[in-house]
């Protein structure tokens, strides 16, 4: 085996801001001999992010527009709900540029979370479950108690709420960032996209991106098996959505709650329970060195099982969400 490649040193960063986005791209040639697949992964490793999640992204656009937009005043307080990776994301970005951040978070999230937006010196809101939600699985109804307290500290504070549900900088940072860098490491060469919906702003800026420069791109959405609300959202009323353990999806949000899903970009869906999520994590880290959260997991169960049925041969990428490091408390690992 040949000594990797000696890059040129990197321009001496100003911030931590500058340290968002342009994260590498790593294609699984170790897992796809051990499944002993027909066709490539590409995974755009964005745990590598300072807040070891793709949602840095987001939060810096969120953050930027709203100070452009004339939204966010200099010094004035941030306010959002958050399963945690947001949250991080605005606990940096909010340190770098002086702004006081508070996340509001279920207590379902997994406590590296919370642990970890203290550490950067957010003051962190913990909503209790109700009686019958599970620890480590959030439903729509626990969401909605989160949303609700976070409405009235922005009021009570004269806040700037960001509103990662409803911001269209949320879809930008995607569209301008990731899609275009997907593009560009893997040369163009990408059949398929999946992606786990949280806010659907991945999904729809990735997809809208790598669309327009391959109009015949299949992009998938991957969900929940217990929380498969896009799918089935004609069908779906409200609170019926069970708990499940992928932390940052399928919360009971229907197609009308979930502003930033795009359902054009959609070729098909794909669900994954959470032992496939949770053994596909387990692999990606034991023959790739990858610890990604449930949510990557997921994402390789649906690509996977996508390469052994209808897409065999094809070339699927996908985003590794977060760190397995903000999961140790759980069963995950």
Same mark, same amino acid.
């Given at each position: 085996?040949? +000594? ?9 960063? +100003? ?13 699984? +040639?170790?897992? @796809? ?60 970005? #909010? ?35 109700? $009686?019958? *939600? ?31 549900? *409803? ?51 299949? #992009? ?7 929380? *498969? ?15 499940? %353990? ?10 009308? @709650? ?14 994954? /329970? ?21 949510? /990557? ?11 052994? /049925?209808?897409? %065999?041969?094809? /070339? ?6 977060? $760190?397995?490091? @903000? ?7």
């Amino acid at each position: 085996m040949q +000594h990797p490649k000696r890059h040129d040193s990197p321009v001496l960063a +100003h911030s931590v801001l500058d340290l968002i986005g342009n994260t590498p791209m790593l294609e699984l +040639h170790r897992l @796809k001999a051990e499944l002993q697949l027909e066709g490539r992964l590409l995974v755009k490793c964005d745990l590598s992010n300072p807040g070891l999640s793709k949602k840095d992204r987001v939060a810096l656009w969120m953050i930027l527009e709203a100070v452009r937009l004339g939204q966010l005043q200099p010094g004035q307080t941030v306010v959002e709900m958050t399963s945690g990776n947001t949250g991080t994301g605005l606990a940096l970005v #909010c340190a770098a540029l002086g702004h006081p951040f508070v996340a509001v978070m279920s207590s379902g999230n997994t406590p590296e979370r919370a642990a970890h937006m203290r550490a950067l010196g957010a003051e962190v809101v913990l909503i209790d479950q109700l $009686s019958e *939600s599970i620890s480590g699985q959030v439903t729509g109804d626990d969401l909605k108690l989160v949303e609700a307290e976070a409405d009235r500290i922005t009021i009570e504070r004269n806040a700037f709420r960001a509103g990662q549900f *409803s911001n269209a900088a949320n879809v930008l940072a995607h569209e301008r960032t990731t899609g275009p860098e997907m593009w560009e490491q893997s040369s163009g060469e990408i059949d398929l996209f999946v992606d786990c919906i949280g806010t659907a702003g991945t999904f729809t800026g990735v997809s809208r991106y790598l669309k327009s420069r391959k109009p015949d791109i299949k #992009c998938y959405v991957v969900e929940p098996r217990a929380a *498969s609300v896009l799918m089935h959202f004609e069908q779906v009323t409200e609170n019926k959505p069970e708990g499940h %353990k992928i932390q940052g999806a399928g919360y009971a949000r229907t197609g009308d @709650k979930l502003p930033l899903f795009d359902r054009s970009l959609a070729d098909g869906f794909i669900t994954v /329970t959470d032992e496939q999520a949770i053994e596909s994590a387990r692999l990606l880290a034991r023959c790739e060195g990858i610890l990604g959260g449930f949510s /990557t997991g997921a994402h390789l169960a649906a690509a996977v099982e996508l390469l052994r /049925t209808t897409q %065999k041969g094809k /070339t699927i990428a996908f985003v590794i969400c977060d $760190s397995g490091l @903000k999961y140790l408390s759980t069963d995950l690992y």
